[in-house]
């Protein structure tokens, strides 16, 4: 059974540093997919979309009713002891804290500590439900951590079945207030025996607030390594004696952005990377890394032994960067076949339209499946969508031929004297309202949103038809923007011939009236003008009437016919519409296959120069191995290219299958709109890539950097010396992520420690050592062989048998360093330096400087840094017995210049006497101090260095003192000092005896506290 791991993660740092690692396992790097892992952060867009990630967030009503039910947590705030002087201070952190949940503020840390406590159900929940889920994942028995399987196959009853990884950034103020609870929860519920480390990062020396944070929890975590108590009450409410004897951590592991030879992390590497490849080193190689000597010979660690520096340097062939650089090539090819889906015998797909697509024409059976006929857009078709119905041939003349033949036999009916006057009213009332029983203006005339309706039900004809043609593979995204281009000239055309037409129509019908007005007589309505009218029968009307016919005839063909015109305006629009739609797909997927080709040749490796064999030293001129380096080469890409993604017909199986799947995600229903929008997107090139990345075997890939393992392995054997100075310069190179002190012990020396972590340790590919156990051909073997592998996919079996581990580890450079080997792509050196004294290192020292710096400009308000208010974990780096004292008497004499203590009379003579007393200046608490500065220096040193000095840094943060107030403070602190310089040259007095000057020396660092002199 494998060992399974559970990941916590805390803050920003953690969640990005459980990001990276993820990455690198999707991305078969060869990181153990037997992990369970869960993230506490700050509330934010939900960015992981995962069970797994907690958000905190509280409310300041919720937090000032937690403070009221919590005195525990409500003393972070409480300074003076007024009952009300903790919301303020809170609620100003509060918005602080919400407006920059990962930057450092003085009341961050305590702030994520109070919603802990407020949503601690939810992080109980989010834990127990990992931890199950660990256990579930562990197998029968998880629920005691012991007796896994060891890789080879044996049960070891002191292996642990699964370990738990806490991952943080100590200068994270979300991290710093959830971390040492968290542990403690990890542990009251985690099964007993199970291994929990730690991984901690230190922020870089730029944030000094964070720095400060970083080292007050580090204060805390040293002093739970040293057996010190937990808090008395964690943030839960729960009672910490459960956890009495029970230590925080197995291991701390501990980084910072500087490592051991000065050299700073390059700026575009995140500081959750170097967390990232030491936690997947752990999940690949937990018996390598944890227990080297066995897991049988772990003896108990030793309290301070718990903190480990570390460094790790790897160079690897990159599977990740393989499958970014395959995967691109993939979707270029597919945006090609998207887009125009040309495909030439000798480049495959290729960026331009093929020769028939560019030639292709409207046919006329195809205009009239798509409703663009003539009869179609001239209105006398009709259209199942819109329930409109076909017009009969020839429907307008015979309705007016039915028209006139009616009004002429109403004529019949008249006065012979008033046919005449009849048949122009008849025939004007036919076209006014009896045509069709609406008129012509009512039939010929339809509104806009009528022929908008028809236009919409013609232009989703023509989109179904070209999305299911392009679909299918009838026809390429441009090869439909192109049909749709001549379908807008077809529109246009019409559009333009029926206006002409229309002209045409009125014209003629003007010519008609104009003859009919010659032929009428002139309207007049006298008594003499009706006698004078001529008598005709209807017989003699018929030229006239069939003359009027023909007028209206052609009017009313001028209307259908601007119907026509207008209906084409609006096809034009929509067309106009759904081509810009095309061509926005058309352009988003131009836009895709530039970015997946920039993508892919930025995921290509270095190239290689060319280096010319040195016969005479029998090494090449090219350079070292370096940490970091990716050691496949383009050409071995160049080949792999070809065999998985570029070959004619692996490509067309790929996009065979690549290409209806994409369809499938943009759903059933066709439209280009949709499309358009989706492939805007921010993650529509991601969703196609994933398209493209299944279609890429992880086996395949590893056998790429299979085979660039193996040509190293045959140079190495061809050339021992350049073996020898590859090696040297990873070793080199894997220096731990902390500096320390030149005369220190630890560090840059070989130190032999009984910790089985402690040394260099190296993990080495199977398909290197394949390659090393390979003889090299005589025939052309060295170099020269070792380039052509690196140009060839191998095709070597691995070796029948393997060489023994100890045969291996005489490869190694230094004597005394461990090798191992897996089935990986990297080859891994990391060294692991047990902390005996974290005040030996630099970076710990510059944290205790920063906290000290920023207590001096902040005073009391740097306190909710801390669990307890009360009680102070002991400094990271304790100062000597004398700069204890010498601070102890500077802030006596500032505390007496600034009338912080009082001078009081009583029966024994005048007592130093330090009142505490609340906002309104009611006395809280008074101490005696003793009868002199000396005495009260000597017998009160940790009241006068803690809330004596608070008080006396909050007063001048309060009102800066001027040039006139630091004169008299300074004349002050000279009587002071005369007075115990008198004291001390007096044999009679009882004032405890003082190194000559100690009293000068304090008021010199007095001053410089007083001017905010960082080198106080």
């Not at 070891?156 to 959830?178: E, Q, Y």
Request: charged share 25%.
């Amino acid at each position: 059974m494998d060992m399974k791991h559970l990941l916590v993660a805390l803050g920003g740092v953690g969640a990005e540093a459980l990001v990276a690692l993820e990455s690198r396992r999707t991305a078969g790097n060869g990181a153990s997919k037997a992990q369970v892992a869960c993230c506490i952060e700050a509330a934010g867009p939900d960015r992981h979309g995962d069970a797994g990630w907690l958000g905190l967030q509280a409310g300041i009503d919720e937090l000032k009713a937690l403070m009221q039910a919590r005195p525990d947590l409500r003393r972070t705030w409480d300074r003076d002891g007024a009952l009300t002087s903790w919301i303020e201070p809170m609620q100003a952190a509060w918005q602080q804290a919400t407006r920059m949940p990962q930057a450092w503020q003085p009341g961050g840390r305590a702030i994520w500590r109070h919603t802990l406590a407020a949503r601690h159900g939810e992080v109980l929940a989010l834990l127990q439900r990992a931890i199950d889920l660990a256990g579930q994942d562990a197998g029968p028995g998880a629920d005691d951590p012991s007796g896994s399987t060891t890789p080879c196959g044996s049960v070891d009853p002191s292996r642990p079945a699964w370990i738990c990884h806490v991952v943080a950034g100590l200068g994270d103020a979300v991290a710093a207030g959830l971390l040492v609870d968290v542990l403690a929860l990890l542990r009251l519920h985690l099964p007993p025996g199970t291994p929990l480390h730690l991984h901690a990062t230190l922020p870089d020396g730029d944030d000094t607030g964070a720095q400060a944070q970083a080292a007050t929890v580090l204060q805390e975590l040293q002093a739970l390594a040293d057996g010190r108590p937990w808090p008395e009450t964690l943030a839960g409410g729960d009672a910490s004696g459960v956890l009495a004897g029970l230590p925080a951590f197995d291991r701390c592991w501990l980084s910072s952005p500087v490592d051991e030879t000065g050299r700073a992390r390059p700026a575009d590497v995140a500081p959750a990377e170097p967390l990232a490849g030491l936690l997947e080193l752990l999940l690949r190689q937990p018996d390598a890394v944890l227990a080297p000597g066995g897991w049988q010979a772990e003896t108990p660690i030793p309290t301070r032994a718990r903190f480990v520096a570390w460094g790790q340097a790897q160079v690897r062939c990159d599977v990740a960067g393989i499958a970014r650089h395959l995967g691109h090539e993939l979707l270029l090819r597919l945006a090609h076949q998207l887009r125009y889906d040309h495909w030439r015998p000798a480049l495959g797909y290729v960026a331009s339209a093929s020769l028939v697509e560019r030639e292709a024409r409207l046919q006329d059976e195809q205009l009239a499946d798509w409703g663009l006929s003539p009869e179609h857009l001239s209105l006398a078709a009709g259209m199942a969508e819109i329930e409109a119905a076909d017009e009969p041939p020839g429907s307008v003349e015979q309705d007016w031929q039915a028209l006139t033949v009616h009004a002429l036999g109403l004529l019949e009916l008249a006065d012979p004297a008033e046919r005449l006057v009849q048949l122009p009213r008849l025939m004007a009332e036919a076209e006014r309202s009896r045509f069709r029983g609406v008129g012509i203006a009512a039939a010929f005339r339809p509104d806009e949103a009528t022929l908008q309706r028809r236009a919409v039900a013609v232009r989703q004809r023509v989109e179904r038809a070209l999305w299911l043609d392009w679909r299918d593979g009838k026809r390429s995204l441009h090869g439909g923007g192109q049909l749709l281009s001549l379908v807008l000239a077809h529109v246009r055309q019409a559009a333009q011939t029926f206006g002409e037409q229309r002209q045409g129509r009125e014209e003629q019908a003007a010519q008609r009236d104009a003859a009919l007005q010659a032929q009428l007589p002139a309207a007049s309505t006298g008594l003499w003008s009706r006698l004078a009218r001529p008598r005709r029968s209807v017989a003699e009307l018929e030229a006239l009437a069939y003359l009027m016919r023909d007028a209206a005839l052609a009017r009313t063909q001028a209307l259908r016919l601007d119907a026509a015109r207008r209906f084409c305006d609006q096809l034009e629009t929509q067309f106009t519409v759904l081509q810009d739609l095309v061509d926005a797909c058309e352009m988003s997927l131009g836009a895709l296959a530039q970015t997946a080709d920039r993508d892919a040749s930025a995921s290509l490796p270095p190239a290689s120069p060319a280096a010319p064999a040195d016969v005479r030293a029998g090494i090449d001129d090219m350079p070292a191995l370096q940490p970091g380096q990716r050691l496949e080469t383009r050409e071995l890409l160049a080949l792999h290219r070809g065999r998985l993604v570029t070959d004619p017909a692996v490509l067309r199986e790929h996009l065979a299958e690549i290409r209806p799947a994409a369809f499938q995600g943009w759903g059933d229903r066709p439209g280009f709109r949709t499309l358009a929008a989706w492939l805007e997107a921010s993650d529509s090139q991601s969703a196609l890539l994933a398209l493209c990345h299944a279609r890429l075997p992880a086996a395949a890939l590893q056998e790429i950097a299979d085979d660039g393992w193996r040509a190293i392995g045959r140079r190495w054997a061809a050339q021992p010396a350049r073996r020898e100075r590859d090696l040297r310069a990873l070793r080199a190179g894997c220096a731990v992520w902390l500096t320390p002190q030149p005369e220190s012990e630890e560090g840059l020396g070989q130190v032999t420690s009984p910790d089985p972590l402690a040394g260099t340790h190296w993990l080495w590919p199977q398909a290197l050592v394949d390659g090393l156990l390979r003889p090299v051909r005589p025939a052309d073997g060295g170099a020269a062989d070792a380039a052509a592998s690196e140009a060839s996919p191998s095709d070597v079996a691995a070796p029948t048998e393997a060489m023994p581990a100890a045969a291996l580890a005489e490869l190694l450079p230094m004597p005394g360093d461990a090798l191992r080997v897996d089935a990986g792509s990297a080859l891994l050196a990391w060294r692991v330096q047990p902390i005996a004294r974290l005040d030996r290192w630099r970076q710990v020292q510059a944290l205790q400087q920063s906290r000290e710096g920023l207590h001096r400009q902040l005073g009391s308000a740097l306190r909710p840094l801390q669990l307890d208010v009360r009680v102070a974990a002991p400094d990271l780096v304790a100062p000597g017995e004398a700069r204890l004292r010498e601070r102890t008497r500077a802030a006596l004499l500032l505390a007496d210049a600034l009338g912080v203590v009082e001078w009081v009379a009583s029966s024994s003579g005048a007592q130093l006497v330090h009142v505490r007393r609340d906002g309104d200046g009611f006395e809280l608490s008074r101490s005696v101090l003793g009868d002199s500065l000396a005495a009260a220096a000597q017998g009160h040193a940790g009241l006068i260095l803690g809330p004596l000095f608070d008080r006396v840094l909050d007063t001048l943060q309060a009102t800066a003192p001027d040039a006139a107030a630091i004169d008299r403070i300074r004349c002050v602190v000279q009587q002071r000092v005369d007075a115990a310089d008198a004291r001390a040259a007096d044999p009679a007095s009882t004032s405890p005896t003082e190194p000559p000057r100690a009293w000068h020396d304090a008021a010199r660092t007095a001053m410089k506290i007083l001017r905010q002199d960082p080198t106080a």
